[in-house]
């Protein structure tokens, strides 16, 4: 408390102390009640109210982390000048940065499954959807030739002539004739596919199917010939019709091969769905979200100054583990002070106006005296030491450098 304080209180106590005791004198004696202690009036001065008060800074606050963590870098020291936005601290972050790689690849697939899906049909994808079509329409061919052949072996099983050996054996020789013709084509064809010559490799799949064909109507003749020499046996007859069955299932999945195929071709030829872009849009929007959210958890272990200041204390250390939302750092803009008082009790306060002139002096600065103005009152009182008091806060019009947060002071406003 200041000595202009002091004086005033011993003066007013001595005043108090001399009615009170000229009182009792005038009173009967003790009845065993007590007496009340009188109550401090508001300590005037002229018509001015004066309070203690203390040096402030214009803004500061205590700063926490919205995440707890093990604190891996302090950046700054006490009494450092930083500027908004400045790293102060940061905890162990390795996990936030995992999450933000991650989230960064699942977007960048997203991302790319879209742009597949946007760009529409490519020309390789269906010349390789039409080659399969061509494929399996072949080998359809194939299995339908070798159920014709299987059934005329059991025909020819179940009933052999002289004259059916006869065209046995020719059929025979044409069908190796056929297959040696088909394969010179074949291998022309093909030939000239390697040289990048006419042909295309569909071109080439193509005779290669008819190649098999032919094969495999050389071995059908070959059969229907070996059946022709031996004769009808019933043995023969069993496994002829088992092979008319075992071609009858390779023609039934051939042909179901070659279906697949067809929808495949249409559904490359038609490209993306309305409904499949759709999905494939909102999963790049979720795997952004996921992305911003992952860079939000990584900015949640940098604390960054929210203004410019001074550090004015550092309360944690690297290594310590802090729970988030604890304080631990304290920041003050120094570049301008403020004067404030707790000490007016609501006798005081209704002689205080917002504007109203204050004069300061510091217990630590003596022979000081700075003026100033009341820049706010708080509408709000609180109690304090069995009174209700005001927060008054008073602007200084020239504050002095020689000024440190919390030094102590009277102020004197003019009531």
């Not at 052999?160 to 040696?180: G, T, Y």
């Not at 929808?263 to 494939?280: C, D, F, H, N, Y």
Request: charged share 25%.
């Amino acid at each position: 408390m200041s000595a202009t304080r002091w004086t005033l209180l011993a003066s007013i106590l001595v005043l108090l102390l001399g009615g009170i005791y000229a009182w009792n004198q005038r009173q009967p004696a003790d009845d065993g009640q007590s007496v009340a202690a009188p109550t401090l009036p508001a300590i005037r001065a002229g018509g001015s109210v004066v309070a203690d008060a203390r040096v402030v800074p214009e803004r500061s606050a205590a700063l926490s982390l919205p995440a707890g963590g093990s604190i891996s870098e302090i950046l700054v020291e006490e009494g450092s000048a930083v500027e908004a936005g400045a790293p102060l601290l940061r905890i162990d972050s390795a996990r936030e940065a995992a999450g933000v790689l991650q989230a960064r690849a699942q977007l960048e697939s997203a991302e790319a499954q879209l742009a597949e899906l946007e760009r529409g049909p490519q020309a390789e994808v269906v010349r390789a959807a039409e080659a399969a079509v061509l494929v399996a329409m072949a080998e359809v061919r194939a299995a339908e030739a070798r159920v014709s052949g299987a059934q005329a072996s059991l025909s020819g099983v179940q009933r052999v002539s002289a004259e059916d050996l006869v065209i046995a054996e020719r059929r025979f020789e044409q069908s190796k004739n056929a297959r040696w013709g088909v394969q010179a084509q074949r291998d022309a064809v093909c030939g000239r596919v390697k040289e990048k010559l006419a042909f295309t490799q569909a071109d080439c799949d193509q005779w290669q199917a008819q190649v098999q064909e032919a094969e495999e109507a050389v071995r059908i003749a070959e059969l229907q010939l070996q059946v022709a020499r031996r004769g009808g046996r019933p043995e023969d007859v069993s496994a002829a019709g088992g092979r008319v069955g075992e071609a009858s299932g390779a023609f039934a999945a051939a042909r179901a091969r070659s279906q697949q195929a067809e929808a495949e071709l249409a559904r490359v030829k038609q490209g993306a769905s309305p409904e499949a872009l759709i999905v494939a849009r909102a999963g790049v929007d979720a795997a952004r979200a996921a992305l911003e959210q992952a860079e939000l958890s990584m900015d949640d272990t940098l604390l960054r100054a929210p203004f410019a200041g001074v550090v004015a204390a550092i309360e944690a250390h690297e290594g310590e583990r802090v729970p988030a939302g604890t304080p631990v750092l304290r920041l003050a803009d120094t570049r301008s002070w403020r004067i404030e008082t707790e000490d007016l009790t609501e006798l005081d306060i209704v002689s205080v106006t917002e504007g109203g002139s204050a004069t300061v002096r510091f217990d630590a600065l003596s022979g000081l005296e700075l003026e100033g103005r009341v820049l706010g009152i708080r509408s709000f009182g609180e109690s304090r030491l069995g009174d209700i008091t005001y927060r008054v806060t008073i602007g200084l019009d020239e504050p002095d450098p020689r000024l440190r947060w919390n030094m102590t002071a009277t102020v004197e406003i003019d009531g």
